[in-house]
């Protein structure tokens, strides 16, 4: 059976990790082991232990960096993390951040977040089971959280 990390945060306002593991249960049956951390800095390590430490075949870090400049530059830095780690264990941790100033109001921030995690969440059934479906997809313009831009090329 495949092994699904999930790392999320307690800084978020949004419970993205149970949108995302709910989400993947209802379409892959999958062995998941999810964690949460403080913040968005500790997503790297995380994950890395999640691949390294509990077989993880795929992880998704979620988190909701804050709207002040400071969150912006840690979100770029877990983000830089994310990649490194990556690539130390050759291993897709796929992030899903949504920036606080993201939404227009908190409605509209908590629909992205739980929309943003049960997209991803399915980039990741498709990633581990079903990778010939992205292909598919390629150029096509998807989104997470909000609607689809579409082709350039109809």
Do not use: W, Y
Request: one cysteine or more; glycine letters at 8%; aromatic letters at 4%.
């Amino acid at each position: 059976m495949k092994t699904i990390g999930i790392v999320d945060t307690t800084f978020a306002r949004f419970d993205m990790g149970s949108a995302a593991v709910e989400e993947i249960k209802q379409h892959v049956s999958a062995r998941m082991i999810r964690i949460t951390v403080p913040g968005i800095k500790d997503l790297p390590v995380a994950s890395k232990k999640l691949i390294e430490e509990q077989g993880c075949e795929i992880v998704m870090a979620l988190g909701m960096p804050g709207a002040a400049e400071k969150d912006k530059m840690c979100a770029h830095e877990a983000s830089t993390g994310i990649i490194q780690a990556q690539l130390m264990t050759n291993t897709h941790i796929i992030e899903v951040f949504v920036h606080e100033d993201e939404g227009k109001d908190e409605k509209e921030l908590a629909f992205l977040m739980e929309n943003r995690a049960r997209e991803h969440a399915r980039n990741v059934v498709d990633l581990l089971f079903k990778p010939e479906k992205l292909v598919k997809q390629a150029g096509t313009g998807q989104r997470q959280g909000f609607e689809d831009v579409g082709s350039l090329r109809g």
